[in-house]
C-alpha cells in the first residue's frame, strides 16, 4: 500500500488516541475480577464473553454507513480475522498456565508482549523503538516481577516447564493479537467496530472448537453467573476494545503495548479493593517502577516526534 502524505498524517499518533488506548486499558482491568467473580471454566467465559459482545458490535457495523462500506474493501479482514485467533490462543494459553503455575507467574509472563511487540515491529514492520525505550524495559520487566509476587528468592510458585512455555505463549499471542489489529486497520480505511467484529467472531469460533475438545462446552451458568459475563462481554469485551483498537491503529506498536501495562497494575488495586486481596509494599513498588518505567519512555518519544 502506498503511503501518501495524507495518509501519514492520517496514521500520526493524537492526543486523543492515547487517551482513548489508556481509557480502554484501564477498564480491561476489570476483566480478571469478573472473571472471578463469574466462577465459571475459563473456555466458558472467553466464548460468553464474546457472545455478548456480538449482539452490540452486530448492529453498530449494519447501522454506520462507513462500517458497512468497510466490507467492501480488500485486504483487510484476513488479517483482523487473524488477530481473532491469536486472541482465543492468548485466552487459552494463559488460563492453562495459570492452572499449572499460578496466576502470578502467569500473568507475568503474559504481560511479555510488550517485548513481542517491539522485537515484531523491529524486525517485520519496520519500526525501531528508541533507545530510552530500551534503558527503562529492565526495570518494567522488575516491576512486573514485583507485582506478581517475586521476590529475592524468586516467584513463590513452582515453576512447571509446560506452564512457563504456555505462559510465554500467551504473552506471544497476545502481542501477535494487537500487532494485527493494528495492521488490520491501517491496510484500509475502516472504523474500529468493523474490525473487532471479524476478530470477535474468529475468536468465538476458536474458542467454541477449544471448549467442545476439552468437554467444558456447553456449559450450565446460573443467571447470576451470566451477569458477570454480560458485565464481562459488553463493558470489556464491547466498549474497552472498541477504544482500544481505535486508539493503537495510530500508536507505534510499542507505544500501544507499554500504555496496556496499566491493565495488571489496575488490577491489583481493584482486587484489593474489592475482593480483599493483600497488597504488599513489593506489589506497591513494582506499580510505582512500571508507572516509570512506561511514562518516562512514552513521555521522551512524544516530545521527539
Keep these: 500500500m502506498a503511503t501518501t502524505p495524507d495518509t501519514r498524517d492520517a496514521l500520526r499518533p493524537r492526543a486523543v488516541d492515547y487517551l482513548a488506548t489508556l481509557v480502554g486499558a484501564l477498564g480491561i482491568s476489570t476483566a480478571p475480577i469478573l472473571v472471578i467473580l463469574s466462577q465459571a471454566h475459563p473456555t466458558a467465559v472467553g466464548v460468553w464473553r464474546f457472545i455478548y459482545a456480538l449482539p452490540l458490535l452486530l448492529p453498530l457495523c449494519l447501522l454506520r454507513r462507513s462500517s458497512r462500506l468497510a466490507f467492501r474493501r ?8 487473524l488477530s481473532g485467533l491469536f486472541f482465543a490462543a492468548d485466552l487459552a494459553l494463559w488460563h492453562h498456565s495459570i492452572g499449572l503455575i499460578g496466576a502470578g507467574p502467569a500473568t507475568l509472563l503474559a504481560n511479555t508482549h510488550i517485548i513481542w511487540i517491539a522485537l515484531i515491529g523491529l524486525f517485520f514492520l519496520g519500526e525501531q523503538p528508541s533507545r530510552v525505550f530500551w534503558l527503562f524495559l529492565p526495570l518494567t520487566l522488575l516491576g512486573m516481577f514485583l507485582l506478581v509476587g517475586g521476590g ?3 516467584i513463590p510458585h513452582t515453576a512447571d516447564q509446560r506452564g512457563l512455555v504456555l505462559g510465554i505463549g500467551s504473552g506471544i499471542a497476545y502481542a501477535g493479537m494487537l500487532v494485527c489489529l493494528r495492521l488490520a486497520q491501517r491496510r484500509a480505511p475502516i472504523p474500529p467496530e468493523s474490525a473487532l467484529l471479524v476478530q470477535v ?3 468465538l469460533a476458536a474458542l467454541t472448537l477449544i471448549g467442545r475438545a476439552e468437554h467444558s462446552l456447553p456449559a450450565s451458568l446460573t443467571a447470576e453467573q451470566h451477569l458477570w459475563l454480560a458485565l464481562l462481554g459488553i463493558g470489556v469485551q464491547f466498549g474497552c476494545w472498541l477504544l482500544i483498537s481505535g486508539g493503537i491503529r495510530r500508536l ?8 496496556l501495562l496499566a491493565q495488571p497494575i489496575c488490577s491489583l488495586g ?7 486481596q493483600a497488597l504488599s509494599a513489593s506489589r506497591i ?8 518505567g512506561v511514562a518516562v519512555p512514552l513521555l521522551r518519544e512524544a516530545r521527539s516526534s
Design 152 to 154: 529475592v528468592a524468586g
Design 270 to 276: 481493584l482486587a484489593w479493593w474489592l475482593l480483599g
Design 285 to 292: 513498588a513494582g506499580a510505582l517502577l512500571v508507572l516509570i
Design 201 to 203: 467472531s474468529l475468536a
Design 252 to 259: 507505534p506498536g510499542h507505544h500501544g503495548g507499554m500504555i
Design 74 to 81: 480488500r485486504g483487510w479482514m484476513a488479517i483482523a480475522g
